[in-house]
């Protein structure tokens, strides 16, 4: 099977990038216990029912910029090159440990062990956030997105502990709704995803800056993003970029330890189907869903999930230099979202350093 563009990157010589999902069950148990050794066959053996579901689809994201998109391709490449060698001096410190019990490979970049962790909320926290978004005109993605902003902030500051600086994060998109052209059906199990990187336009004050102010800004450069000169236009050049084998391991060369950004981070949204199963004996509470990609990575991801009673599920893939600071850290950013979410302590006319208080 020849592969290009995006699939080329993350599958090609045997470097598999696996979303895995962990869930949260109910029910009965013996339902499950009494399937494993069946599922596990089939998996082992490869089991054509399985193999079947497996698929990698071409480019299906139209060009943006019609004849113009030549010159503006060449900017774009000049960019993501020179980004590429900034990230040689990452703002999070990273500790790469080489996995080296892997099988051989004929490519460049070593394998890398990747650490995880993980953590549910109550199902109050969902709808306590979803409140504050209504109240405020933002949707969840202005509050996620800032807490994170703010947690980089708050843990790896520059400088000027005073500015909330722009920083460069890749954002994951799900591109079912927006490819007419996919054969995904509503109820297929399947995703295409659309990346590209989202930063703030300009520093902003921590002393001055409304934190709901901070989350519209938020808001509406994830909007942006799906215009034509988002993610159209990234994943465009970036699938033009990886169908050329010089280009490609020109590029890849360029990936500290594989690393090709510093941060990830997808607000994943709702489980979109049922959360029975055969006929309500299993329920499905939540689900944690982070992407374990060993060769081509960023050296941090963080997802969040929500699924079956409104709990958030929080995932984040790392590689940080010190395990504890990550810990603190991922706890810091979800202890940032409780906050935002409590109608008392976060207001409209709340700081960005007025919340940092209250959770520090």
């Keep these: 099977m020849e592969m290009n563009g995006v699939e080329k990157i993350f599958c090609a010589h045997g470097g598999w ?168 059906t509503p109820m297929s199990v399947g995703f295409f995803v659309g990346a590209t990187d989202v930063s703030l336009d300009r520093s902003l004050s921590i002393r001055s800056t409304r934190f709901w102010s901070l989350a519209h800004q938020c808001m509406m450069i994830t909007r942006k993003q799906q215009n034509r000169n988002g993610v159209p236009l990234s994943m465009n050049i970036f699938c033009d970029m990886m169908r050329d084998e010089h280009l490609f391991n020109q590029i890849t060369r360029l990936f500290p330890n594989g690393r090709m950004s510093e941060f990830d981070f997808s607000n994943i949204g709702k489980y979109p189907f049922s959360c029975d199963y055969n006929q309500g004996q299993i329920q499905l509470h939540g689900m944690h869903v982070i992407n374990n990609g060993s060769i081509y990575h960023s050296s941090s991801t963080l997802y969040i999930t929500c699924v079956g009673n409104n709990q958030l599920d929080f995932s984040l893939a790392h590689e940080m230099e010190s395990e504890e600071k990550a810990k603190e850290f991922f706890d810091f950013y979800i202890h940032l979202i409780e906050t935002c979410a409590n109608r008392q302590c976060c207001q409209t006319e709340t700081t960005l350093d007025q919340l940092l208080a209250m959770v520090g």
């Design 17 to 184: 990038v696996t979303i895995a999902h962990v869930a949260h069950l109910t029910g009965d148990p013996s339902i499950l216990t009494q399937n494993v050794p069946q599922v596990l066959q089939y998996l082992l053996k490869r089991h054509p029912r399985m193999r079947s579901r497996i698929r990698v689809d071409g480019q299906l994201i139209s060009r943006p910029y019609g004849l113009l998109y030549p010159v503006i391709s060449f900017i774009g490449k000049h960019h993501l090159k020179q980004s590429l060698r900034n990230s040689r001096q990452p703002r999070i410190p990273v500790k790469s440990i080489p996995l080296t019990d892997c099988e051989q490979t004929t490519f460049h970049v070593q394998r890398h062990k990747i650490r995880f962790l993980f953590s549910s909320s109550s199902s109050n926290l969902y709808l306590n956030l979803h409140k504050q978004c209504r109240l405020h005109e933002v949707t969840l993605q202005g509050p996620l997105l800032s807490c994170l902003l703010l947690a980089i902030h708050n843990y790896f500051p520059l400088d000027d502990k005073d500015q909330l600086d722009p920083f460069e994060i890749e954002m994951d998109f799900d591109m079912r709704s927006r490819l007419p052209q996919s054969s995904l």
